[in-house]
């Protein structure tokens, strides 16, 4: 009986652990205008290198709309490796279009 309730334990933290480290990251590019990037997830640390090559694949000459409206969570890592990305990115294009989600 106490070895079904370590193994009960242990998967709840393996299922949470996979829950909380999964990042869903999509990509919608019409070809003229802006690419629109949709993150959905969990923004952490151990996701910071996933998300920032499927940001560096971007075009560097095309405006992108980045939304984190999706995001469960972001961790300071991520918010400062976004912030750092989305500066070098507009250095090189046009002024960003600020939108703003209603709720």
């Known amino acids: 009986m106490f070895e079904g309730v370590l193994i009960g334990l242990l998967l709840a933290v393996v299922k949470t ?20 990037v949709r993150i959905r997830g969990h923004a952490t640390f151990l996701r910071l290198p996933r998300i920032l090559d499927a940001l560096e694949q971007l075009p560097a000459h095309r ?13 300071h890592a991520c918010m400062s490796a976004l912030q750092n990305w989305a500066d070098q990115h ?10 703003r989600v209603s709720a």
């Open 17 to 36: 652990a996979w829950e909380t480290s999964h990042v869903h990251i999509d990509v919608d590019d019409s070809g003229t205008g802006a690419v629109r």
């Open 90 to 99: 507009n250095a090189h294009t046009v002024q960003p279009e600020r939108t």
């Open 63 to 75: 405006p992108i709309e980045l939304n984190l409206a999706g995001l469960r969570h972001l961790d």
